[in-house]
């Protein structure tokens, strides 16, 4: 689920807690060592998001947010957010070259790449929640 995620609205949030979990709180946060990824490159899309990330000129970046039930990855077109909205069990990882991961939903896609250890080990948490979650 694509969605522009810039404004509150009350309906559609409802409808990503449902998606993927309500967010973790600040205790929950602590104890996972976060919850959230670094800035990543975008270095490949799906044609419905790379036709919103050409209408800028900027550097096509992204980060990670894991929810109890799935993740959500945020990125920035002109003045709007918009999250590609993933639940663990639709969630397809494919690691390609030494730092290049790609997350599938359906028939979008993002493909990014990794800075360092600390990128790969956040992505591994995001693999061993999803097989908790499928057990």
Do not use: W
Request: net charge positive; charged share 30%; glycine share 4%.
């Amino acid at each position: 689920m694509l969605k522009n995620v810039s404004y509150n609205n009350d309906k559609q949030k409802k409808e990503i807690d449902e998606f993927v979990g309500k967010p973790f709180n600040l205790l929950e946060r602590i104890k996972q060592k976060g919850i959230g990824s670094r800035k990543l490159l975008i270095t490949k899309a799906s044609k419905e998001i790379e036709n919103l990330l050409i209408l800028d000129n900027n550097l096509n970046q992204c980060n990670i947010e894991r929810r109890q039930k799935g993740i959500m990855i945020y990125f920035r077109v002109l003045l709007d957010t918009y999250a590609l909205i993933i639940p663990y069990y639709k969630l397809v990882i494919i690691k390609g070259e030494s730092d290049k991961y790609t997350f599938h939903i359906d028939h979008r896609f993002l493909k990014v790449q990794t800075n360092n250890s600390k990128d790969h080990e956040f992505i591994r948490n995001i693999l061993n929640e999803k097989a908790k979650l499928n057990l």
